[in-house]
């Protein structure tokens, strides 16, 4: 079946820390990709986008992104992790001609200090 | 600049009452997508459209329904309530080729 996968449900980091946060897909196309952040109770902050070229994107708060076509993936990494940075980080696709915007399972990020 | 609205913010049900949580998006967006977020599963798509008078299903539809009149507007509809559908609703809109934009939410308990 189609879907997007965040395998790790919940993270801890130190602060100061570098961050890699995994995502995967499994549609037959490249999908339009992104990265978005929840802050509790709060809606979504949409962190990076990838819909072509470079495979390396640069986003929001230090974050950046590489896509991997070979591997279906979609990792989010961080070099230097701060307090502010913990929150529910989403992988999101759209599929069906960019129409359907799905999402992955979150992953929670905690930081210790 | 109000984006994308969502109303109420919190709305506690019965058990086979039913409501409607609105929506209304002020940037012209062709794209609008409600879903449900429960703890530990993400955002589940319920119904989607990609413009006036065209709507479609999501992941998760069943006890819902949706209509889209206008661009502006998507709101969904809950005929009997149930407690599985207590939840924390998402309304969002986006551009085509565009990135999605978000309400702040309805969360709706069903007892």
């Known amino acids: 079946a189609q879907s997007v996968t965040q395998p790790d449900i919940h993270i801890t980091v130190s602060e100061g820390a570098s961050l890699e946060l995994r995502c995967n897909y499994s549609?037959?196309?490249?999908?339009?990709l992104f990265w978005y952040v929840q802050s509790p109770g709060q809606g979504l902050q949409l962190l990076l986008k990838?819909?072509?070229?470079?495979?390396l994107v640069q986003g929001i708060k230090g974050f950046e992104a590489e896509f991997k076509r070979s591997q279906s993936s979609f990792n989010l990494r961080k070099p230097s992790v701060h307090w502010s940075d913990a929150a529910e980080y989403f992988c999101?696709?759209?599929?069906?001609?960019?129409?359907?915007?799905?999402f992955g399972q979150g992953t929670r990020l905690t930081i210790n200090p | 600049n109000a984006g994308v609205t969502q109303t109420p913010k919190f709305r506690i049900l019965k058990i086979g009452q039913s409501m409607t949580l609105q929506c209304a998006q002020d940037?012209?967006?062709?794209?609008m997508y409600w879903y449900r977020q429960d703890p530990g599963m993400g955002l589940k798509l319920i119904y989607y459209?990609?413009?006036?008078?065209?709507?479609d299903k999501g992941e998760v539809p069943n006890g819902y329904n949706v209509s889209r009149s206008t661009t502006e507007d998507f709101p969904l509809r809950l005929e009997l309530a149930a407690p599985s559908q207590t939840s924390v609703y998402f309304c969002?809109?986006?551009?085509?080729?565009?990135?999605?934009?978000f309400g702040q939410g309805t969360r709706l308990t069903v007892v």
């Open positions: 969002a809109s986006r551009s085509q080729g565009g990135v999605a934009f």
């Open positions: 549609y037959g196309a490249t999908p339009y």
């Open positions: 990838y819909f072509s070229g470079d495979t």
């Open positions: 999101a696709v759209a599929i069906q001609g960019a129409q359907k915007l799905v």
């Open positions: 940037m012209n967006h062709n794209y």
């Open positions: 459209s990609v413009g006036a008078g065209i709507t």
